[in-house]
């Protein structure tokens, strides 16, 4: 005999549940017959089955139907009273009803088919106690005349004998029970991110091997590398997986890859300088990004339509103009991550970053405007559409710079009151940053100038409540994000360059790399010159060479070309091979060639050394001297506005946002400097000055306790 299990018993609870409501509807149906006429039924049933058919009951409605017994049992005595048959059916009614529900508690089990269980199937013995409570009985019942419409008996269903556990784990039907395994193995619940990580963790190796190695480290930049490197993992993945990553996303680049780079370069970046070449920086991100794209899409249009590209690959104009808007801006990561390595001088340095930071204005709103003007229809352009793409070059510039402004304010205000909590300081610094980059998202502003210029103020007025470890911990912390988001960018740019969608047209490829390479140079060299009429310090032809072949192309222009709507622009695919060629010309050629010439041209290096404490106090008096000779000649200079800003900071905005304003030198917006160092010099000067009062107090000691000591020698002496 095989033992049953829970399934066995859960195949046979319906069944059991349909006879126990059979049996209590017949109980209620008993109920509901007056006692006379039930009496009467089942005597005249019982006593003759030739008699006749009992009287029927009183007049119902003739929508009702009747139905009478459909059995008659055997003759029996019918001598007994009216009382004791009524006591003799009741009873037996109980019978059936008690039995049922006997059944029904005995073999009744949870049923597990709503989990996901199996239902075994019914043994034998089961089935023949069920089809004992067959509806013989309550059959008759059923026929009477309640008000319902007669229905036939229902009919249990024949089950199948049970099957014990071994059976069904011999047969394979049904659940087969697994034990508890030692270990196991699951790749593709992990398949995606572990392949990522390997990336990452390929690029990091190669790092470190490139710069253990001297003679590619003073070769080629860090950036050639690791698209490399990206290259080599994408034709891997391309032939010998199936792994469908699209890793350079452009939400992946705008959300999480840009930002960590950005807010590490405005919050270590030399304000001084920044904001005393602003007016060429300006010049050079707004007019010349204006002038580029202006340039290069009006080439490549008339190169179109004299049929060079082909018939079937000549965009349009409002096409050409989009891709002209993505091709034209100097890529901030490209710039960073070859400038650095040169070392050139801060100036340079400086306005060639600073165009690359400012010109993300220019290139959102001329981006956002000539897609919306392709779906509008060049010939349905009107006058205010014209008229809002201007307006929203402001809107978007003022607007991303005043909201990176306030959440910075923001940051100063909420690291007032952290001296207690100093732990949380840093995350303050990450987080409101982000969330001033993304604020300026959310209204489509220029996300790169909001985060930029809160880095600037947080620099200025956080930097002054957080504590030593705290400015550590963010320094190390933004170079490490935007290190690591750096590898990321340009290795993942070389596994997305390996698929099979590239449409190549070499003229469109060639001439655009001729036209960027060409206008560069011209507007450069044209913007220089109308600089250096308001320069003190004058740009050189080799500064204007090394601003010229520093205009290199990135991940911004790939990740923006991504998002050009195929539906829309049918050249899409053709955009992004001839941008990918771009960037890998830049990058490549550019960056490889830059350092020598650099060194060819004798370019003025940076200079790391910081300055001395002498020179710091000249600077101010100096600035404070030129400040005045403006405001005694009525002209308001560069000056003028930074001692103006200065009184204004001093006497509303930094008392507000510092916590101990008495204990902290000037520090304001326009003129950084580093007063930790200072106060930690100080520090060391305190500490030097009380050990060599100890010094001198133990020398002093030390000679009063041996001219004591001596004094007893020299009395005896003197007594000799």
Not at 127 to 132: F, K, L
Not at 283 to 303: D, E, P, Q, R
Not at 343 to 353: A, C, P, R, S, T
């Amino acid at each position: 005999m095989s033992i049953r299990t829970e399934q066995d018993y859960d195949s046979a609870t319906p069944a059991l549940q349909r006879e126990m409501n059979l049996a209590r509807r017949a109980c209620w149906r008993i109920n509901s017959f007056s006692s006379e006429y039930l009496f009467k039924t089942i005597a005249s049933v019982l006593t003759d089955t030739d008699a006749e058919a009992p009287p029927p009951p009183p007049p119902r409605d003739e929508t009702k139907s009747r139905i009478g017994p459909q059995t008659a049992p055997a003759n029996r005595n019918t001598s007994c009273t009216s009382s004791n048959w009524r006591g003799m059916f009741s009873k037996r009614t109980l019978l059936i009803c008690a039995l049922a529900l006997i059944l029904g508690i005995a073999q009744a089990r949870p049923n597990m088919s709503a989990v996901g269980v199996a239902p075994g199937k019914v043994s034998q013995d089961i089935v023949d106690a069920v089809t004992q409570l067959n509806l013989g009985h309550s059959a008759p019942m059923d026929a009477v005349d309640v008000g319902v419409d007669p229905t036939p008996p229902a009919t249990l269903p024949r089950a199948e004998p049970l099957k014990s556990v071994d059976q069904d784990a011999e047969g394979g039907e049904g659940h087969k029970m697994e034990r508890y395994p030692l270990s196991s193995v699951d790749f593709a619940r992990v398949k995606t991110p572990f392949i990522i990580g390997i990336w990452i963790l390929s690029a990091s190796i190669a790092k470190i091997g490139f710069h253990m190695t001297p003679k590619l480290h003073l070769i080629f930049p860090e950036s050639c590398l690791l698209i490399v490197v990206g290259v080599v993992i994408g034709v891997v993945l391309y032939f010998c997986t199936d792994v469908a990553v699209s890793p350079l996303t452009p939400n992946t680049f705008f959300f999480y890859m840009l930002p960590p780079i950005i807010l590490d370069a405005g919050y270590f970046m030399p304000n001084r300088l920044f904001f005393d070449n602003l007016g060429t920086i300006l010049l050079m991100a707004v007019v010349g990004t204006i002038f580029n794209i202006a340039t290069i899409g009006g080439s490549l249009y008339a190169c179109g339509k004299m049929g060079i590209y082909g018939e079937s690959e000549t965009p349009g104009l409002m096409d050409v103009f989009l891709f002209a808007s993505l091709i034209s801006a100097v890529d901030p990561v490209a710039v960073l991550a070859v400038f650095e390595e040169i070392h050139v001088n801060e100036i340079l340095y400086i306005v060639v970053f600073g165009e690359s930071l400012l010109n993300d204005a220019v290139t959102v709103v001329m981006y956002h405007m000539m897609e919306s003007y392709n779906e509008i229809g060049l010939d349905k352009i009107i006058a205010q559409d014209i008229a809002s793409g201007v307006g929203s070059f402001f809107v978007v510039a003022l607007g991303g710079t005043a909201i990176g402004i306030i959440w910075g304010f923001l940051t100063g205000l909420v690291t007032r009151f952290t001296d207690h909590v100093r732990v949380i300081e840093p995350i303050f610094i990450f987080v409101m940053a982000y969330l001033a980059y993304l604020n300026a998202e959310i209204f489509h502003m220029s996300g790169i100038l909001a985060i930029t210029f809160c880095g600037i103020t947080m620099k200025n007025y956080v930097e002054s409540n957080i504590s030593q470890k705290s400015h550590t911990t963010v320094k190390y912390a933004l170079k490490m994000l935007s290190s690591s988001a750096e590898t990321i960018i340009f290795m993942f740019l070389g596994v997305a360059t390996v698929n099979n969608m590239h449409v190549w047209n070499t003229w469109f490829v060639v001439l655009t790399i001729a036209f960027c390479s060409v206008f560069r140079v011209i507007g450069v060299i044209l913007l220089s010159a109308l600089a250096n009429r308001f320069r003190l310090h004058k740009l050189s032809r080799v500064d204007q060479f090394v601003m010229s072949y520093g205009g290199l192309r990135g991940a911004v222009a790939f990740a923006l070309v991504l998002l050009v709507d195929e539906n829309v622009v049918k050249q899409k695919n053709m955009f992004v091979t001839t941008t990918i060629a771009v960037i890998y010309f830049t990058v490549f050629l550019q960056g490889i060639t830059i350092k020598p010439l650099v060194k060819i041209l004798n370019v003025k290096r940076a200079n790391k050394r910081k300055p001395t404490m002498n020179e710091r106090i000249h600077e101010r008096f100096m600035d404070h001297l030129m400040a005045g000779i403006e405001d005694i000649v009525g002209k308001t200079g560069n000056y003028n506005v930074r001692d103006k800003f200065k009184r204004f900071d001093n006497r509303f905005i930094r008392p507000l946002l510092i916590r101990d304003l008495k204990e902290i030198n000037e520090l304001h917006i326009l003129d950084h400097i580093p007063m930790q160092s200072y106060e930690r010099a100080l520090n060391k000067n305190r500490r030097a000055s009380a050990s060599n009062a100890d010094e001198k107090s133990r020398r002093q000691r030390r000679s009063s306790s041996i001219s004591s000591r001596m004094n007893p020698l020299r009395n005896l002496n003197d007594k000799i």
